[in-house]
């Protein structure tokens, strides 16, 4: 039963709520969603795999040395789908921590309102019950929320540092070495066509530079999407730091602004991704 | 001696460098060269980049030995996400309880059978979630 003088005290305790209670983690659940999506991206894994086949296709004769290589990357892929998945799942539970719905409970004291009114019990105090019962738990809620928030992000910053670092370290290899095998197959081509010309056969040229576009342009979308991927695990590691070195002001609207400016910077970095 | 995955991603770097610059003198002194030294040069230039392949598979295997401890303490902490998630979950569970239980008693007020059964029903159901 709300007596007359707590029924006074609840607007005072209603505004409480409100100021205190409402933490705003939009920004953090974006980056942390736009994250989770781009760590999902695995396709430069097979990559990474196929690429003693893709040299192969141009020095057969070194099959003795470029297939075990295969295989021993194959036996690699699960280490290297291990690092995507990590921060992956990371990123998926700040995400699910960091969203409003985990602390919004109106719809079930609302429903706890109604066997209220069923129950018999008179609409003010049901009214009471619902609205200060939602705001207390959702004030409780978020208390803890940001407690934990910050207890995550502090403990997970290192490990995560590290983990996209040596994604980034691998993905740079899987770049330079489409870049230099560009490179590399363009020499092919080009002595291919010498040879023609010197033999006088130069009815080959349009079938060559036609072989030679495919090549090299499967490979230079691979060196382009492992160049833009690097840049957005560069801003997702950036991101992540700024939000360890600001726990203090995690639901301040500048941080969140800042987060949303990097999720928007992480989406733009993968776009050619699709292309590959 | 260890290799050092830093020092064996550069070994790969200087390596491929070098088959390129074999592959650029090639093409320059084109003229110069015979057919044999062609082929030559060709093939050191391509057996060079398999073999930085080669370096290359060996770094990534020492970086992913060297990420295991970090990749087990960010499961740590996504598990410790997780759980929070839980938590504030299980509050939304109590309070369903409550709902259910507040049906049950008024069901009991009202002496129906059938509405005690179906709400004794819903706070079983509500705890179980």
């Known amino acids: 039963m709300i007596s007359a003088h707590s029924r006074g005290a609840l607007p005072a305790l209603l505004v409480f709520l409100l100021i205190a209670g409402c933490v705003n983690l939009g920004g953090v659940r974006d980056f942390s969603e736009t994250s989770a999506r781009t760590a999902d991206y695995t396709r430069l894994v097979d990559v990474y795999v196929e690429h003693p086949g893709l040299q192969k296709r141009f020095a057969p004769e070194l ?11 194959e036996t690699q892929r699960a280490g290297l789908l291990a690092l995507h998945q990590a921060i992956e799942e990371y990123m998926l539970a700040l995400a699910n921590l960091s969203a409003d719905e985990a602390v919004d409970y109106q719809t079930d004291f609302e429903a706890l309102g109604k066997a209220l009114g069923d129950a018999g019990v008179e609409d003010a105090q049901r009214q009471a019950v619902v609205t200060v019962g939602a705001l207390v738990a959702r004030a409780a809620s978020d208390g803890y929320r940001r407690k934990k928030i910050r207890e995550v992000i502090r403990e997970a910053n290192e490990p995560l540092q590290v983990t996209i670092q040596t994604l980034r370290d691998i993905v740079d290899q899987i770049a330079a070495e489409a870049q230099d095998l560009d490179t590399s197959v363009g020499r092919f081509y080009e002595s ?58 995690i639901n301040s609207d500048e941080l969140q602004r800042e987060m949303r400016f990097y999720a928007k910077e992480i989406r733009t970095a993968v776009k050619t991704l699709r292309e590959l | 001696m260890k290799l050092d995955k830093t020092h064996a991603f550069d070994l790969a ?77 299980d509050v939304r569970k109590v309070i369903r309880v409550a709902t259910a239980m507040v049906g049950l008693v008024a069901a009991g007020i009202s002496q129906n059978p059938q509405a005690i059964a179906s709400n004794l029903g819903a706070v079983v159901e509500a705890a179980a979630a």
Request: negative net charge; aromatic residues 6%; hydrophobic residues 40%.
């Open chain 1, 63 to 73: 099959a003795d040395i470029l297939d075990p290589e295969q295989a021993k990357r």
């Open chain 1, 192 to 249: 291919r066509l010498r040879e023609a010309r010197e033999r006088g056969n130069s009815g080959v040229e349009t079938i060559l530079s036609g072989w030679e576009y495919r090549e090299r342009d499967e490979i230079e979308k691979i060196a382009r999407a492992a160049v833009d991927y690097s840049g957005a695990l560069e801003k997702i590691s950036a991101a992540h730091e700024e939000l360890f070195l600001h726990l203090d002001e």
């Open chain 2, 13 to 89: 770097d200087r390596v491929r460098k070098t088959a390129n610059a074999l592959g650029d003198y090639r093409m320059k002194n084109w003229h110069e060269l015979s057919g044999m030294q062609r082929l030559e040069l060709e093939r050191l230039e391509w057996q060079l980049l398999a073999m930085s392949t080669q370096v290359v598979t060996a770094a990534v295997g020492v970086s992913l030995d060297e990420a295991d401890l970090s990749l087990s303490q960010l499961k740590g902490a996504s598990n410790k996400a997780k759980k929070a998630f839980k938590t504030l979950q």
